[in-house]
């Protein structure tokens, strides 16, 4: 039996085609559905300009919902609005009046006629549950209401029409008859959470292909709909990357790469933990400049302070070069997926190897209060696709030095990276001063020694051990040999 090939069509939504698994059936029976607010008629309309031509048309009924004039006007906003489209490629048809009498029969009828008229090759039926709810008005039983979908469905599929009904539906339980004929279900939900509100989309069903599972956040632009697709994170190349190797790059800070075993290998994450003041962002800033002298672009996420504020001249003058990239959203309600995109569109327009996150506790904070409950689960997620993208990305951590607790993050996930170096201060002779050590270097023997450093001008200044001390983890080592004093002066004892 020969196999029938499904075109699929692309969809001009952002990301959309990768949840999909390629893109949108051709011929296909849709459901677009979802509470009020959630971004369906936009969806909606994003994917009609996109599709739309002279040679394959769309047609848009409007029914108990929004008049077509009402409709367009707040369409005109969004970037993908065409007004040379209307009445050419897309024609716009009311059936409120119809739908109003609740006569399914009629509502039917119009949609035949229209389609006689304009042969169109893509169907919008906005709010198909006002047809719904009309007909449940008018006295029409559960059988006319599933024999009006099936017929419709059946004159779509026999009109060669990619079809998409949208409709106000809180709850994908209990016995629906468009849920069972739809080839497709895309389901928009919102959430609010204190002050926040997250949109997510579910490819509930897809008849035909691959979707990707799960839930997936968008965002609602200028642009329109953008959707955070985790494929596009975790499994796409950057193009012109250097593979994983047993290269080992340079950070950039003298004696550190000693310290680390020859430098950090390719292709690794590293965490660098320390208190607030202790160089983390000195050496990240470090780590990227270094990237520039050898040829490397850089890419820096910041969630401390504002790119106009970076005290670093280092970092703000490779920046105002365009020799580092910088991500700095200030866009609320954000989610992992869409930081880590971000991170990777700047990335590919840099051609950048060398990534840094700063910090992972201002990063926490940046992101949606729904996100943080699940937070080491996401973070795993976005080493995981930078990693799979083969990029070196370093991420600072915040940590309170508690002297009695070594933990090297706050968030349990010191596991997920190649290598992890701490910074911590101690007191010695009534003087804060401070350490370093190299904690874990995967698969790599590296340095054991905990090793002062200092701060200045230059950057970080590593220097050497403190053999005369003991206990230095605890924030107040002692000396090995105390000093033993001397008798007063004239006391012959």
Not at 444 to 451: A, V
């Amino acid at each position: 039996m020969t196999s029938v090939t499904i075109n699929r069509l692309a969809t001009g939504v952002p990301g959309l085609d990768d949840v999909l698994g390629g893109g949108l059936p051709e011929y296909s029976f849709n459901l677009i559905a979802g509470p009020p607010g959630s971004g369906k008629t936009t969806l909606a309309h994003q994917m009609m300009f996109a599709l739309a031509t002279p040679q394959r048309p769309a047609l848009y009924f409007t029914v108990l919902g929004e008049p077509p004039l009402k409709m367009l006007r707040y369409q005109q906003q969004f970037a993908y609005f065409d007004s040379a489209a209307i009445n050419q490629s897309i024609r716009m048809i009311n059936l409120s009046e119809e739908t109003g009498a609740g006569d399914l029969d009629r509502v039917l009828q119009r949609i035949v006629e229209a389609m006689e008229t304009h042969a169109p090759a893509l169907v919008f039926v906005d709010s198909f549950r006002s047809v719904v709810l009309a007909s449940g008005s008018a006295g029409t039983g559960h059988n006319q209401l599933q024999q009006f979908v099936q017929q419709l469905g059946m004159l779509m599929t026999s009109w060669q029409a990619t079809t998409f009904l949208i409709g106000e539906y809180f709850t994908e339980t209990g016995p629906n008859p468009i849920f069972t004929i739809a080839d497709g279900l895309i389901w928009l939900r919102q959430s609010v959470e204190r002050n926040s509100m997250v949109r997510k989309m579910e490819i509930m069903k897809m008849r035909g292909q691959p979707t990707l599972p799960g839930l997936h956040t968008f965002r609602i632009g200028e642009s329109g709909i953008k959707v955070f697709a985790p494929a596009r994170v975790s499994v796409d190349a950057i193009d012109n990357l250097p593979a994983r190797d047993d290269v080992r790059l340079r950070m950039g800070v003298p004696r550190l790469d000693e310290m680390l075993g020859g430098g950090l290998p390719r292709g690794y994450s590293l965490l660098v933990a320390g208190p607030s003041g202790s160089g983390k962002s000195i050496l990240a800033a470090s780590f990227l400049a270094e990237g520039v002298r050898a040829g490397e672009a850089g890419v820096i996420a910041v969630f401390e302070q504002r790119p106009d504020h970076l005290r670093n001249r280092q970092l703000a003058d490779l920046i105002a070069a365009d020799q580092v990239g910088l991500v700095d959203t200030r866009a609320p309600d954000l989610s992992i997926d869409e930081i880590v995109l971000l991170i990777l569109d700047e990335v590919r327009r840099r051609k950048a190897s060398r990534v840094v996150v700063d910090s992972l506790s201002g990063f926490e904070l940046a992101v949606a209060p729904t996100f943080r409950h699940d937070f080491r689960e996401n973070l795993s997620r976005m080493v995981a696709a930078l990693a799979a993208a083969g990029l070196t990305v370093l991420m600072t951590s915040e940590l309170e030095d508690r002297y009695t607790d070594l933990r090297f993050s706050p968030y349990g996930t010191a596991f997920l990276t190649d290598a992890i170096i701490v910074q911590r201060y101690i007191e010695v002779e009534s003087r804060l001063r401070r350490v370093m050590a190299v904690v874990k270097v995967r698969s790599s023997g590296h340095s054991d020694e905990l090793r002062e450093y200092t701060i200045d001008e230059g950057g970080l200044r590593i220097g050497g051990t403190l053999p005369e001390q003991e206990g230095l983890l605890g924030g107040r080592p002692t000396s090995k040999h105390p000093r033993v004093p001397s008798a007063a002066a004239g006391d012959d004892g």
